[in-house]
């Protein structure tokens, strides 16, 4: 019995290994058409004026308030034309608590592992979560994600 016990234990170990160096990240290549494109896109985001689609305040936001200012432009902007009546619920009460100053904003940077980390368009190293909780009740009321450009 020891001996296909230990045989799965040399195999386990091999194998993990072998994921283990799958898991090192390294970063994007600045060579050939994606690393191209890549720099493209990133000249259009910083070219990108007030209004249109790819701008937001803090284009590769550096702080938590950066972040958040980031994330309620957008939300803001995503909702400009529905008046708050004909809001899905959620969103409603998001706007109500943090126009009323009752919301509480919390920032986490989290390293992406995703195989589009290096994508064809954009590099996405890393994200932030983003969660509103009530101040009064303590619910977490959303959470979303922005991208280390800024986007949600």
């Not at 993990?16 to 799958?22: E, K, T, V, Y």
């Not at 190293?125 to 959303?142: K, S």
Request: glycine residues 6%.
């Amino acid at each position: 019995m020891r001996t296909p016990t230990t045989a799965w234990l040399i195999l386990g170990l091999i194998a993990g290994s072998a994921s283990l160096h799958a898991w090192t990240l390294e970063p994007c290549s600045s060579q050939g058409p994606e690393a191209q494109s890549r720099a493209a896109y990133r000249r259009a985001l910083e070219s990108a004026a007030p209004g249109t689609a790819l701008y937001t305040p803090h284009l590769f936001p550096t702080s938590n308030a950066d972040v958040i200012e980031d994330f309620v432009y957008y939300h803001r902007n995503a909702f400009s034309d529905t008046p708050l009546a004909a809001m899905p619920a959620p969103d409603r009460h998001f706007f109500e608590l943090l126009d009323a100053g009752k919301i509480r904003l919390e920032v986490f940077q989290v390293e992406n592992w995703d195989l589009l980390r290096c994508g064809p368009r954009k590099e996405r190293a890393f994200y932030y979560i983003v969660r509103a909780f009530d101040r009064t009740t303590g619910d977490e009321v959303l959470r979303a994600s922005v991208e280390d450009n800024g986007h949600v």
